[in-house]
C-alpha cells in the first residue's frame, strides 16, 4: 500500500505537497481497511454481536423480509453513531438497541408503534427522562446529540415527518430511481437524508454506509463527499494544499479510484492523518 500511494501520490494531477507523511497516510488507510473488514465480518456473524447491538436487530428485521423495520433501525443506528462508536464502550454500542427495546429485552419502538404513536412515544419518553441520560450513550460522529426527551423526540418526529413526505414508508422513502448504480443511489439518499433534523454529513454517511454493508439496500459511496467536512478536508488539505474544497473533492475521489479503495476509506484515513 505505501507504494501504491506514494506513486500515485507522485502522479502529475495527484501530486501531493513536498514532505507530506506518505507512509503514515498509508499505515491509516490501511487500519480503516482493516476495522471495516472486521463490521463487515460482524455483520456475518451475528453470534458475535451483544443481544443490545442494534446492527444485531437489523440484520434480524432484514433476515424476516421486513425492510420498513430495517430502515428505521438503520436510522436508530445512524441517530446514535453505532458506525462510531467505541466498542470498549457498551453503552455507545448498545444505545440504540435500548431505545428500539424500551430499556427491556425486546423490540417495543418498531415503526409501526412508533409511526402510528407520536405522542404516546413523546411521553414515554418524558416518563423515562432518568434512564435516557444515565444509560444513552452516543457514538464519536454523535457526541454533541442530546438525551434530553424533548430533543431524542424531535429527531425521531423528523424521521417520521420525512417518511410521510417520502411515500408514507421508510422503504419507499428510500427508493431511488430505477436504473441507478449502487453509487447513484447512495448519492441520491444522502442528499434526501440530509434533511433530516440533525442529521448533518457525517450521520448521513454513517446511516447510508451501514445500510449498504448490511445489505438492506444495493448503495455504496461513489465520493468521499469532503464539502462540509472538518477533519476530512483539514486532512486534503494537507495532502494537497490550500485549494477550493471541489478541486480537494475531485482529487480525494480520484485517489480512491486510482488506489482501488472504497471512498470512505480515503474518507476516514484523511481524518486520522491530519490529527
Known sequence: MDDRLTAILQEPDLAALPGADIPYFA????????????????????????????????MEAKTDGDLDEALWRSFLAGHFGRGSADVSKPLEVESAGQLLCGFGDTPMWTWDEVSSGLPVFELWLDEHATQLREQLQFGNHRKYESKKPGDVFRVVESFVEWIDRRGGTPQ?????????????????????????????????????ILIGEAQVLPIQPGS???????????????????????????????????????????EDALCMWQK
Not at 230 to 256: F, I
Open 27 to 58: 499505515y491509516w488507510v490501511h487500519e480503516m481497511q482493516r476495522g471495516q473488514q472486521c463490521a463487515q465480518g460482524l455483520l456475518i456473524t451475528l453470534d458475535q454481536l451483544g443481544r443490545m447491538d442494534i446492527i444485531r436487530w437489523i
Open 172 to 208: 419507499r422513502a428510500f427508493t431511488t430511481a430505477e436504473g441507478r448504480t449502487p453509487e447513484e443511489a447512495f448519492d441520491d439518499l444522502y442528499y434526501r437524508v440530509s434533511e433530516l433534523h440533525r442529521f448533518g454529513r457525517l450521520a448521513a454517511l454513517d446511516i447510508l
Open 224 to 266: 468521499v463527499y469532503l464539502k462540509g467536512a472538518t477533519g476530512p478536508l483539514a486532512g486534503a488539505r494537507k495532502l494537497w494544499g490550500n485549494l477550493p474544497v471541489a478541486k480537494l473533492a475531485s482529487r480525494a475521489d480520484e485517489l480512491a479510484r486510482r488506489a482501488n479503495v472504497p471512498f470512505d476509506i480515503v
